[in-house]
C-alpha cells in the first residue's frame, strides 16, 4: 500500500504537536508534509517531510533551521548545514541504538508510515536531534551572518507590516497566482509582489509565491506564539 501525504501527516501531526510544531498546508517547497514553530532565540525551526518514490510505505525528514520558515534553501552565503537529516545529528551509539546498524556512515534513514512503533522511532529521533541544531552557536552566528538570510528575513518582514494596508495602495499586479494556494489569502500575494518590486528583488511568480508562503508562515507561528499557543 502507497503512503500519502495525507495518510503521513494524519499520522505525525499530534506527536510532532506535542513539540511545539504547526503543521502548514504548504504545496511550495517539495516536502509531503510540513512543519515549523519559533524558537526563543527568534529563530524558526521548519521540518520537511519526504515520501520515499522506491520504498511505498517509506519517509524521511529534513530541518531547516533559519531566520526565515522557508525550507531547504542554502543557495549564497547560507550554511548548508541548516539544512539537515536527524541521522547527521546523531552519535555513533545513538545511531546504532535507532537504525539497528553498525554502519558508521549511516545518515540518511527512512522510517516506516504504516508502523507505529516506527513513526514513535521517528518523532523519538526528532525531539532528540532538534535542540543539536539551535544549540549549535557557531551555525546560529554563521546563519546570523548570512547576507542572504538577512535579504530574505527583510523581504518577509516587510510584507508582514504592509499586508493589512495593501488594498490602500495604487499598483498594478503581474505576478499573483490564477488560484488559491494553501488557504494563503491573496493580499500576501499582492505585499510580496509589492516588497520584491519596491527592493529591486528577483521578481516572478516563483518568489513571490515563495515570499508570500514564508510571510505567512511566520505571521501565523509569531501571532500563535504572542497569545502563548505553542
Not at 49 to 54: A, D, E, G, V
Not at 155 to 177: C, R, W
Request: proline share 3%.
Amino acid at each position: 500500500m502507497k503512503l500519502t501525504k495525507a495518510k503521513l501527516v494524519a499520522k505525525v501531526k499530534a506527536p510532532l504537536a506535542t513539540s511545539g510544531y504547526l503543521y502548514f498546508k504548504n504545496s511550495i517547497p517539495s516536502a509531503q508534509g510540513f512543519f515549523s514553530k519559533k524558537l526563543e532565540n527568534g529563530f524558526y525551526l521548519s521540518l520537511g517531510l519526504t515520501i520515499s518514490r522506491y520504498m511505498e510505505s517509506e519517509f524521511t525528514g529534513s530541518f531547516y533551521y533559519s531566520k526565515t520558515a522557508r525550507w531547504a534553501c542554502v543557495w549564497g552565503d547560507i550554511p548548508t548545514e541548516s539544512y539537515v537529516r536527524p541521522g547527521s545529528l546523531m552519535s555513533t551509539e545513538e545511531r546504532r541504538v535507532y537504525f539497528n546498524t553498525e554502519n558508521e556512515q549511516l545518515r540518511d534513514y527512512w522510517w516506516d508510515g504504516f508502523d507505529d512503533s516506527s513513526i514513535a522511532s521517528f518523532i523519538e529521533v526528532i525531539k532528540l536531534t532538534e535542540s543539536r541544531l539551535y544549540e549549535d552557536r557557531l551555525l546560529t552566528k554563521r546563519i546570523e551572518d548570512s547576507l542572504s538570510v538577512s535579504q530574505l528575513k527583510n523581504y518577509a518582514d516587510e510584507v508582514k507590516k504592509l499586508v493589512s494596508d495593501i488594498e490602500k495602495l495604487n499598483f498594478t499586479y503581474f505576478y499573483l497566482p490564477e488560484k488559491e494556494i494553501d488557504g494563503i489569502p491573496p493580499q500576501w500575494f499582492k505585499a510580496s509582489e509589492y516588497v520584491l518590486k519596491k527592493q529591486n528583488g528577483i521578481l516572478n511568480k516563483n518568489t513571490v509565491k515563495n515570499l508570500a508562503s514564508d510571510a505567512f508562515i511566520q505571521s501565523t507561528i509569531d501571532n500563535l506564539s504572542a497569545i502563548g499557543i505553542r
